[in-house]
């Protein structure tokens, strides 16, 4: 077995105290346009907040290949983050464009676009401006209820975990959010593992595993802020079921610099980082006419 996935278990683990607030007052309080909330696999402000917070910096780029109605980068560019989104989908391109205009008339002074795209297109020359300059990929899995969706899904962004592989800056991080998902018979699923096999399949190493909280702390007690779906479904289900109380976030790192941080900490010499100097971002070429202001 595969180093990185049988140490899995032994990743940091923290707990981000991210569901303070429920998701409605979250897009309020970080002016996301109404119609955000019609996105169910939307990340939650505070839990984008908290990772682009965590793995980046002021003026870094942070890129969300699948970014439905574009809670993250209005995140990215309210933390003064430059910022890119792809979608392929029109509502969510809408959206996600307003919601960076949004962000920009409250005071942002960074770049920030959305392209009317899928994933694929990162591994296309259109998208060599982009090697090497991103700090952080965020994006979340985004499945349907089914278990087909489900399955389609995590074959996606196993596709967009290789895309991104290169475009990560030395040092930078990619973290992909997830709602714990379950199968028919009430199990749930084994996101965890899935997403480590995604990750290493496309380059990357697991270097810490969060819980990022949907449900609000009141001294050592949850207050789920489950949907109103997931308790009518609970209700059917006729016994006791677990409602929703957090997101699964693993965080990953191109595994070539987990590799030269392991060698630096016996006190092997670094071999310079084989990447060229590439295009500024206010010089990537788009693949489509259609750009955020």
């Known amino acids: 077995m595969n180093s990185h996935l049988s ?3 032994k990743l940091p683990l923290s707990v981000w105290s991210t569901g303070q607030r429920d998701p409605l007052a979250q897009l309020r309080d970080t ?4 119609g955000t909330e019609t996105d169910t696999n939307w990340i939650p402000p505070a839990v ?3 990772a682009i917070a965590t793995y980046t910096s002021p003026g870094d780029l942070v890129l969300d290949p699948d970014c439905g109605a ?3 980068l209005n995140e990215a560019l309210r933390a003064g983050r430059h910022t890119v989104g792809l979608t392929a989908h029109n509502q969510w391109w809408a ?8 962000a920009k008339a409250a005071g942002s002074g960074r770049d920030g676009s959305v392209i009317h795209a899928r994933p694929n297109v990162l591994a296309t020359v259109r998208a060599a401006g982009l090697i090497g300059r991103v700090g952080l990929v965020l994006t979340a ?14 074959a996606q962004l196993a596709s967009t975990f290789r895309h991104c592989e290169p475009l990560l800056r030395s040092g930078g991080h990619l973290v992909a959010v997830a709602r714990p998902c379950r199968y028919p018979d009430g199990s749930l699923v084994d996101l965890t593992t899935q997403l480590i096999e995604a990750g290493i399949a496309a380059g990357l190493a697991p270097v810490e595993r969060c819980v990022a909280l949907t449900a609000g702390l009141r ?5 789920t802020r489950a949907s109103l779906a997931e308790r009518r479904a609970a209700r059917a289900a006729g016994g006791p079921v677990a409602l929703t109380a957090h997101h699964e976030v693993l965080v990953f790192q191109r595994a070539h610099d987990t590799e030269l941080a392991e060698a630096t900490a016996v006190g092997v010499p670094q071999p310079p980082d084989d990447r060229a100097e590439h295009l500024p971002v206010s010089r990537v070429v788009h693949p489509s006419g259609r750009r955020a202001a």
């Open 7 to 9: 140490s899995s278990a």
């Open 31 to 34: 002016g996301c346009v109404p």
């Open 48 to 50: 984008a907040a908290h």
């Open 70 to 72: 574009g809670t993250v």
């Open 95 to 102: 959206l996600a464009r307003a919601n960076i205009i949004a």
């Open 141 to 154: 899995l985004r499945a349907g209820p089914d278990r087909d969706s489900f399955d389609a899904a995590v």
């Open 219 to 223: 001294g050592s007690r949850l207050i």
